[in-house]
């Protein structure tokens, strides 16, 4: 017998991943009224409710479900909602489409912003919007628009996870803030992304990365000594923001899967930047000194940074002592492994400006693939310092299958950072057209 999924079902679905099951198919887990929820209900057994069995990994060819089959995604079936803007909000929901979940992002009429940030562009869309927008279904709706409106509350009323990184108090004024959707919906995640968080004196200031960055302190250790502060190249929080953000939408809803009930997420670009600057306010707080600014180096360790070389540049990280002693050895001086001033790290550390003149005196002396031989050779982690053409271009990242094609467009872009089963999860569709899905759900577009 065939099962169909009810949206009972739709909005209680068991988080999962199956081992072994082919293609996209979902079996459902199980059929509970809202309000009579068991904690920690069983699920029974996908071939009983019209699943496909599961296939052993000892029967399963290994080549066949690499080329042929994929695990079910994990979200298969979650439901998702986006109202979000540039980065943060629109990178949280691409990691859970890109996990299985349906993704629906809603747009105002002229579009998310990041559609414009170019060039470069593809199809006329900006590549940063290509970039954090697959796997993504687009609804355009005027939310001044009481129609729209109405249909928006509708449809969030069967939501398993709304996601929003919009200006501090918007959806408040529209009827869309947290309390009033998980009125409509008690087992919603409500998921905000915030530039300084959801409380304190700045809850309400906007905030881009470069603003934040500043403010978090991550100017004031980024850089070398000789020139003034700098910000972190990427967009390290906007991009970290949403990996927080979707990792606190999968506790949610795991701890759903217990209570019925759902829960508002918080975080924010500010405490993202703390977070990812955990060390060097362990080592403030215990010493009230401020980390020096270091080219590529580290104020705690040496070896750790980029040398010059006859030819380039390569980093190297020595990072124990052991491995100093190697390095120590490959420079044509052993003895500077076992000399008391460069014994341990923290004797290193105490004579910094008698040593890394002395090992920056050496690696001028050969260039950077000859050294690169030498280190590899005696077990020293070492790199190139790469370009994005290197990158792409090599093998590694091939073997890994990093770059993907984004269907639709003659566009590739950067899969997600994980496998299950030894399979990357796929970029089923490119980013969407503006509106492509309202006549699909019925949403009424802007007059």
């Given at each position: 017998m065939?099962?169909?999924?009810?949206?009972?079902?739709?909005?209680?679905?068991?988080?999962?991943?199956?081992?072994?099951?082919?293609?996209p198919?979902?079996?459902?887990?199980?059929?509970?009224?809202?309000?009579?929820?068991?904690?920690?209900?069983?699920?029974?057994?996908?071939?009983?409710?019209?699943?496909?069995?599961?296939?052993?990994?000892?029967?399963?060819?290994?080549q066949?479900?690499?080329?042929?089959?994929?695990?079910?995604?994990?979200?298969?079936?979650?439901?998702?909602?986006?109202?979000?803007?540039?980065?943060?909000?629109?990178y949280?929901?691409?990691?859970l489409?890109?996990?299985?979940?349906?993704?629906?992002k809603?747009?105002?009429?002229?579009g998310?912003?990041?559609?414009?940030?170019?060039?470069?562009?593809?199809?006329?869309?900006?590549?940063?919007?290509?970039?954090?927008?697959?796997?993504?279904?687009?609804?355009?709706?005027?939310?001044?628009?009481?129609e729209a409106?109405?249909?928006l509350?509708?449809?969030?009323?069967?939501?398993?996870?709304?996601?929003?990184?919009?200006?501090?108090?918007?959806?408040?004024?529209?009827?869309?803030?947290?309390e009033?959707?998980?009125?409509?919906?008690?087992?919603?995640i409500?998921?905000s992304?915030?530039?300084?968080?959801?409380?304190?004196?700045?809850?309400?200031?906007?905030?881009?990365?470069?603003?934040?960055?500043?403010?978090?302190?991550?100017?004031?250790?980024?850089?070398?000594?000789?020139?003034?502060?700098a910000?972190?190249?990427?967009q390290?929080?906007?991009?970290?923001?949403?990996?927080?953000?979707?990792?606190?939408?999968?506790a949610?809803?795991?701890?759903r899967?217990?209570t019925?009930?759902?829960?508002?997420?918080?975080?924010?670009?500010?405490?993202?930047?703390?977070?990812?600057?955990a060390q060097?306010?362990?080592?403030?707080f215990?010493?009230?000194?401020?980390?020096?600014?270091?080219?590529?180096?580290?104020?705690?360790l040496?070896?750790?940074?980029?040398?010059?070389?006859?030819?380039?540049?390569i980093?190297?990280?020595?990072?124990?002592?052991r491995?100093?002693?190697k390095?120590?050895a490959?420079?044509?001086?052993p003895?500077?492994?076992?000399d008391?001033?460069?014994?341990?790290?923290?004797?290193?550390?105490?004579?910094?400006?008698v040593?890394?003149?002395?090992?920056?005196?050496?690696?001028?002396?050969?260039?950077?693939?000859?050294?690169?031989?030498?280190?590899?050779a005696?077990?020293i982690?070492?790199?190139?310092?790469n370009?994005l053409a290197?990158?792409?271009?090599?093998?590694?990242?091939?073997?890994?299958?990093?770059?993907?094609?984004?269907p639709?467009?003659?566009?590739?872009?950067?899969g997600?950072?994980?496998?299950?089963?030894?399979?990357?999860?796929?970029?089923?569709?490119?980013a969407?057209?503006?509106?492509?899905?309202?006549?699909?759900?019925?949403?009424?577009?802007?007059?």
């Amino acid at each position: 017998m065939r099962h169909r999924a009810s949206r009972t079902l739709r909005a209680s679905v068991a988080i999962g991943s199956v081992s072994g099951i082919c293609g996209p198919l979902l079996g459902p887990a199980w059929i509970v009224p809202r309000g009579k929820e068991r904690l920690n209900p069983a699920p029974p057994r996908l071939d009983r409710l019209g699943g496909p069995r599961p296939v052993s990994a000892a029967k399963r060819p290994a080549q066949t479900f690499q080329k042929e089959c994929r695990p079910m995604l994990p979200l298969q079936g979650v439901k998702v909602v986006e109202i979000g803007q540039n980065l943060a909000g629109p990178y949280a929901s691409e990691i859970l489409a890109m996990l299985g979940a349906e993704v629906v992002k809603i747009e105002r009429p002229e579009g998310d912003d990041a559609r414009g940030w170019g060039p470069p562009l593809n199809a006329g869309i900006a590549t940063s919007f290509h970039a954090v927008n697959r796997n993504k279904r687009s609804v355009v709706l005027d939310l001044k628009d009481k129609e729209a409106l109405a249909w928006l509350r509708g449809f969030l009323a069967d939501t398993d996870v709304f996601i929003q990184n919009m200006r501090p108090g918007s959806l408040d004024k529209m009827g869309l803030g947290a309390e009033a959707v998980r009125a409509l919906n008690p087992r919603l995640i409500y998921c905000s992304l915030h530039a300084f968080g959801a409380v304190g004196p700045m809850a309400l200031k906007p905030g881009y990365e470069p603003i934040v960055q500043a403010f978090a302190g991550m100017f004031s250790v980024n850089g070398s000594a000789e020139v003034p502060p700098a910000r972190v190249g990427m967009q390290v929080l906007d991009l970290g923001t949403g990996v927080w953000a979707a990792l606190g939408c999968l506790a949610a809803l795991q701890r759903r899967h217990a209570t019925g009930e759902g829960a508002t997420v918080d975080t924010s670009l500010f405490e993202t930047g703390m977070g990812w600057m955990a060390q060097h306010f362990a080592g403030y707080f215990e010493s009230g000194r401020q980390p020096p600014r270091h080219r590529s180096g580290n104020p705690k360790l040496i070896v750790f940074q980029a040398f010059d070389t006859a030819d380039g540049e390569i980093v190297v990280a020595a990072a124990n002592d052991r491995l100093f002693a190697k390095f120590a050895a490959v420079l044509g001086h052993p003895e500077w492994g076992t000399d008391p001033r460069f014994r341990t790290n923290k004797d290193r550390i105490a004579h910094r400006e008698v040593i890394l003149p002395l090992l920056s005196a050496e690696m001028l002396k050969r260039g950077s693939e000859d050294w690169a031989e030498a280190l590899e050779a005696a077990g020293i982690p070492c790199s190139p310092i790469n370009d994005l053409a290197a990158v792409a271009a090599h093998p590694q990242t091939a073997a890994l299958g990093m770059i993907q094609p984004m269907p639709g467009y003659d566009a590739r872009g950067i899969g997600l950072p994980m496998s299950i089963d030894g399979v990357r999860p796929p970029v089923e569709r490119g980013a969407p057209a503006l509106g492509e899905a309202n006549a699909a759900l019925g949403a009424p577009m802007p007059k």
